[in-house]
Structures are given as structure tokens and as C-alpha cells.
């Protein structure tokens, strides 16, 4: 971490080396002392040093310099830092303007020239200034600052984004953080450029896109080989096990995901039914890991990409990313698993994003501390999102259109619902509307046993409805079922059209698609078992498949 700074200004070379020789002699184990002749650019650094977040701990300035004098540069300094202490070097005859400075620019001390001896003159005054100084200090957020609204959709995609891919980064909200203001002030940004994105460099990116977060945070990196053994599309928990077999049994392995690794798994705030974890662990934790081993063994990982279609050429795959680019493969692993299914409801796209959201319970749950909050649907996602919530709403409000949770979750989270006094199920109704002005303000709720209808305030809602999969890229020779989910082995007999399409003398192997060396697993296949455990055993069973599948095309 780098050290709070000391910044020195003076205008005679020799006082300036003085001072610095002096302080460093004490202080440089624990500030950076930093020191120009100009103040021209001492000014101009303070926008840098801010935006890298940089902390000024003091500025020690001469009082009579040529282009501007010290207090009038302290004075513009304490825009920038006003936490930060402010010691004027002054001759004897510029005693006066130091008085005058105590009030004017709350001047914290003023040093007389020469103070030799330091061990006298400058230490006890400096020491003394830098502990009352430690006392409010609190070590900045080294990494990504993210400026906007709480409630806009653009803020929320590039918080889940980074959140998704386990980037740690510091939200500023602009309409109560003190530092946003200062920080859009000082760079001359606009609400238009909003949200803003800051990196540890310094640089800002204005209401950017996805991929140029990405590219700036260092992911996405280049494709390195011309063909790969196996190329494994989509990043959940049965990606990433592919990715661990793949690359550890010495293939040439490619991982693609489109948003964030972890899959639907990612966002679950607590998993407690997978083998090994008796305390259960996070998804977001569980992807940390996954990621570490997978890149460990040597699979290489792209994201944010999309696959936009898979052709067969000369025996090899071509994978055709969005951006153009063409991938050369001999087998295909597709783990796209699901989407989050959306809620048809009046008012529900208006405001997503802005108070209702889809799979984010984690990202946004901050932002309904003390306040009154829905979770619409009764599976295990909606559960386990309503137990996390409770920690932060004031009351969190499960709304089914069953009569109760029984048939839709697992007993051991209705049972932690039932102990969690701030949680109640609203059995046998319906959202009909949602409303608001420019964030989401209110909900209307359809009891279908007394036929009532009423309104409640809602700082939040968020939707857990369940998933479909996302196949429509996928071409015809791929069999899907009439939902979209991938058929794979035996179950292709099934569809009269397989015939037509399968012209190899042996028959699917169990994860394998329609499609020669193209394999299905995890919730993307017709059939699977919508567990995290079963979605890694496939995974690392597809493996197994394009081993045979391998040897046989050599
Ligand atoms: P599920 O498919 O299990 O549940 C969907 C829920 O949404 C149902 O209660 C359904 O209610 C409701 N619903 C669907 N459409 C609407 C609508 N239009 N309006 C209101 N409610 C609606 O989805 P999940 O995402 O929760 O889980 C997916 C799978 O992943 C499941 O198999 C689950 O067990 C698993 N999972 C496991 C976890 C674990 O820790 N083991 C964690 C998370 C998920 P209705 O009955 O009225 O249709």
C-alpha cells in the first residue's frame, strides 16, 4: 500500500533540499515525502493524486514564491485534500500573513526559517501535527471507484459486473457521498457521464460499457492458441469443473464466459448442501476458488465474451465470438447454463435496476438497510436470497402463488425461514404492478383467496422466478427440447429428425449432443439435476467424453 504523502513547495532549491533531507531523516519509513520548486505543479498534480487516491497527510509550503503564494495555495490545496494539515514556511518578516493565514486557510502551523536544529524546532511541531492527523486517518480504497446513482440501471450493471468477477471496488453514491462531489467537481464531469469508473492509475471511464471495464480491469485477455483441444462455453460450477479436468488430464482447454464466472450458483448468497463444506460457503466464494484452481492447472479464461455460433469445418469447430473473432477447436463443451426467467408485470422493466432486480440479492443488499423489502417466487434461490436479506431489510416478504414454500424448497431453508422473525411468507398471491418516480416506491399485491388488492411501500423488490436456458444461438444441428434445454445421449433417439443429423456408426456418448464432439452439461442439458454437484460431476464427466471422442477423430 503506498504511504500518506508529505508535499514540500518551495521556490529556492536549497531550502527545498533542506526541508526534504529533514524530513526523510524521520518520517520516511511511514509518508512519502514529495517536493517541487513550482507551484504551478504542485497545483497541478492535486487532480492526479486524487484520482489515484493518493492521501496527503501535510503540505509544508513556502509563503512568498513568484507565480502564487502559500497561502493562496493552500487554500486551492484544501479543495482537493481538506483533511490533510497545513504548515506555512515563513521568514520572520512574513509573520504577519502566517496570523492572518490561522483563519483565513485554517493554517495548522507556521514555521519560522531557519529551524535548526530540527531535533528542536521542526520535529515536536511536526510530530505533533502527524499524530492529530493519524487520528482521523483511515487507509483509501486502493482499486476501482465506481461514481453514480443508487437507483440506475447503468450503475447496477457495472457493480454486478465487477461483483461477478470478484473485482473489489469502493461505490460511491453521488447524491451522499462527500468524495463523489468532490472527485465530479475537480475532473469538470457531468451527471451525463455518469456512472464514472476510476482505476487505480488515475483514469476515469465515463458511462462506459462492459467491455471497456473489463479491458481496463485486465480481463479479456487475447485467445493464445490456433486450435484447442477442448474450448468449454459458460463458466458455472459445470464450466469451471471442465476447466479443472480439462487442463489437469493435459488438454489444451479454453474457458468463455459471457458476464461473470460462477453461474446462477455465483449469486447464491449461501450454499449448504455441497459435499465438503459443513458450514456451507458462498457462490461467490466457491467461484473465487474455482477460478484460482482452474487458471492454476493451466486453462486459459475469457470474459466478457459471447459465443455467437459453433460451425463444423474439416473436422474442427470454429467458434465465432461476438467481437469477430474465430476460435479453432476439435471438441466443444457448452455449460451455459440458465438465464433468470423475467417477471412479465406492470411497471417491472421500467423499474430493473432502479429497486427491482433479478439474481442480485448480494450487489444491492446493502442499499435496503432498515427498509421494507419483497422477493417474488418459492425456490431455493428466492429462499436463500430472503435469509441474506434479513440481515439488512427491516422486513423481507416472500411473495408465492402457492399456498406455502413446501413444494418449491428444500426443508432445511423453510426451516430457517420460519426462525428469522423478520421474514413472512405471503402465501397465494401475485405482484400486479409495481410504481414509482424515478426508483421504485411501491408494489401492488393480488390475494387470490380474499381477491383483495393492496399497495405497500418497497424499497426493494427482487425477482427469483427461475431460469431458462439460453440456446437461441445454438444451430439447428444441435437438438434442443421444446423448453430450449440441449438433448444429449440416448435421449436424441427420441427425435425423429436425429436420424437425419447423426451419421457416425456408434451412438452419442451419454453428455454428447447431436452434434459429434459437442458436449452439453450442467443445467443446459434436458434432463439435468439443477444441483451444483451434479452440475460438476458433469462437467468433469464431459471431460471423459472428449477424451474418447479425441482419440477416435486422431
Ligand atoms: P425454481 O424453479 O426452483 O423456483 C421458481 C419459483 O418461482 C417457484 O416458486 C415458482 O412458483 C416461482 N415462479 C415462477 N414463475 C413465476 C411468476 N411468473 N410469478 C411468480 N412466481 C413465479 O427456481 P430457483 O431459481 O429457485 O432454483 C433453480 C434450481 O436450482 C432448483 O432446482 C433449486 O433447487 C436449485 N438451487 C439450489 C440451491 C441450493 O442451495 N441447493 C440454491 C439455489 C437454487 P410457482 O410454483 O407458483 O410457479
Redesign the pocket.
Known sequence: MSLPIILCIDDDPQVLRAIVRDLKARYREDYRIISTASVKEAQDSLTELKNRNETIAMFLTDQRMPDMDGVSYLNYAREYFPDAKRVLLTAYSDTEAAIRAINQVQLDYYLVKPWDPPEEKLYPVIDELLDDWQLNYKPPFKGIRVIGYQFSLKSHTVKDFLAGNLIPYQWLDVQSSEEATRLMTLNNFTVKDLPLVGFEDGSWLKDPGIIDVARKAGLNPQVKHDVYDVVIIGAGPAGLAAGVYGASEGLKTLLIERRAPGG??GT?S?????LGFPTGLSGAELTRRAIAQVTRLGTEFISPQSVSNISQVDGYKKILLEDGTTINTRSVIITTG?DY?T??TKGVADFTGAGVYYGAAMTEATACKDQQVFV?????????AAMYLSKFAKQVNI????ED?R????AY?IDQINETPNIAVWGNT??TEVTGSDRLENITVHHFQTDETTTHPAAALYI????KPFTDWISESIIRDGKGFIATGNELKGYDHFGNIWKQTRDPYLLETSCPGVFAAG?VRAGSM???AAAVGEGSMAISFVHKYLAEVK
Not at 413444494?407 to 428444500?410: G, K, Q
Not at 427469483?464 to 431460469?467: C, D, S, Y
Request: hydrophobic share 40%; glycine share 12%.
Open positions: 446462477q450458483a447464491s449461501r450454499i449448504e448442501n455441497y440458465v426467467r417477471l412479465d417474488v417466487g418459492g425456490g431455493n434461490s428466492a429462499g436463500q411473495l408465492v402463488r402457492k414454500l413444494s418449491t424448497m428444500s431453508l401475485e405482484v427469483f422466478i427461475g431460469a443445467d439443477n444441483r451444483v
